[in-house]
């Protein structure tokens, strides 16, 4: 990566380019041999049944955990910066956890996004009735909006997300992927873990099915939305030890 953050990016080159990843903990790797490409105004999802991998690959593309091996390119050069560095240059990862501040009002947590307050509430307009409640008191569709008005409003140039859903309601996972989605169509890459198969394959551009640690399948997600049953079927529905999925 650059010494500077760069501007959003233009034209069909990867704002990030993955080749032969080998990533895990310690010396144990769960991710073997993945490539793929990120590029502006794209959505890719990355499916797989839990224990797959798909967590791990975030990880490391993230910079929060050492890769074993191959190599991670943005904009074209080898990086190995810590997570922090990489946020400062442009990318945002959500984590699966819901990154609020629990004892700071739905306000405050919203006011510590670069846009402040007027434009989370333009993104998701349900959170203005609860801006005096505690982050902690949120409901867990409210604090994952909350983390993720925070993480857009600094229009980055590479959003991973990794199971912005988990337990929330259907509505609710709707609206999150809308947002996902309008960032991508203002220029960002992003990268999406989605547990919901079909939302996940609706709202993305292209998608990657992982398990066992490598990508098995690959293809457009119009093109894989058309065989979502029969990958739901064989690739989606084994259940494998618990990895950090």
């Known amino acids: 990566m650059t010494n500077q953050r760069a501007p959003h990016h233009h034209g069909d080159e990867p704002i990030v380019s993955i080749r032969n990843l080998r990533a895990g903990y310690g010396r144990v790797?769960?991710?073997?041999?993945?490539?793929?490409?990120l590029r502006p105004g794209q959505v890719v999802a990355l499916l797989g049944p839990n224990g797959a991998g798909k967590t791990t690959t975030l990880r490391a593309i993230a910079g929060q955990i050492p890769t074993v091996a191959g190599d991670i390119l943005f904009d074209g050069v080898r990086t190995r910066?810590?997570?922090?560095?990489?946020?400062?240059?442009g990318m945002a990862y959500i984590p699966e956890s819901r990154a609020v501040f629990?004892?700071?009002?739905?306000?405050?947590?919203?006011?510590?996004?670069?846009?402040?307050l007027s434009a989370a509430l333009a993104m998701f307009?349900?959170?203005?009735?609860?801006?005096?409640?505690?982050?902690?008191?949120?409901?867990?569709?409210?604090?994952?909006?909350?983390?993720?008005?925070?993480?857009?409003?600094?229009?980055p140039d590479l959003i991973i997300a990794d199971e912005l859903s988990l337990g929330l309601a259907p509505l609710v996972?709707?609206?999150?992927l809308a947002a996902i989605r309008s960032a991508a169509d203002e220029g960002a890459a992003v990268l999406?873990?989605?547990?919901?198969?079909?939302?996940?394959?609706?709202?993305?551009?292209?998608?990657?099915?992982?398990r066992r640690g490598s990508i098995e399948l690959s293809g457009t997600s119009a093109e894989l939305?058309?065989?979502?049953?029969d990958i739901e079927r064989t690739y989606l529905s084994l259940a494998l030890h618990p990895e950090a999925s």
Do not use: I, W
């Open 225 to 229: 939305l058309e065989r979502v049953d």
């Open 102 to 116: 629990r004892t700071l009002s739905c306000r405050d947590n919203l006011r510590l996004g670069s846009s402040g």
């Open 192 to 210: 999406l873990v989605e547990q919901h198969v079909r939302k996940a394959l609706t709202v993305s551009d292209f998608a990657y099915v992982m």
């Open 81 to 89: 910066a810590p997570l922090h560095r990489r946020v400062r240059l």
């Open 125 to 155: 307009p349900q959170l203005a009735e609860r801006l005096d409640v505690p982050g902690g008191l949120l409901s867990g569709g409210e604090q994952q909006m909350v983390g993720l008005a925070r993480a857009l409003s600094r229009k």
């Open 173 to 176: 996972v709707d609206t999150l």
């Open 29 to 37: 790797p769960v991710v073997h041999g993945v490539d793929l490409d």
